[in-house]
Nanobody, 121 residues
């Protein structure tokens, strides 16, 4: 089993920044990649970005490329999502997930509970 807990969400004005954290515990060998997804009200959950656990390669959705950055700490127990130049369309519940990698929700077996990010228009 892998446990993930997100934190760091909140309300931030457009153009501002926020850093989300995903604290990870459990079976490390079962997580090839960590992904961040988000879900706005009435919409499907969409990928934000991923990081591979072995070498730290990152990939981002076009909508956040150049504004968001995924990183890990030295102990690899926490994954961060640094979000800059936030826009109202970034509003949603942000989830971290562990799995085999990919761009679909089905690619991930373990999910956190989510943290709300609100950027008022």
């Amino acid at each position: 089993q892998v446990q993930l807990v997100e934190s760091g969400g909140g309300l931030v004005q457009a153009g501002g920044s926020l850093r989300l954290s995903c604290t990870i515990s459990g079976r490390t060998f079962s997580r090839h990649a960590i992904a961040w997804f988000r879900q706005a009200p009435g919409l499907e959950r969409e990928p934000v970005g991923t990081i591979t656990w072995s070498i730290g390669t990152t990939h981002y959705a076009d909508s956040v490329k150049g504004r968001f950055t995924i990183s890990t700490d030295n102990t690899r127990t926490t994954v961060y999502l640094q979000m800059n130049s936030l826009k109202p369309e970034d509003t949603g519940v942000y989830y971290c997930a562990a799995g085999h990698g990919g761009w679909e929700t089905d690619d991930y077996d373990y999910w956190g509970q989510g943290t709300q990010v609100t950027v008022p228009s």
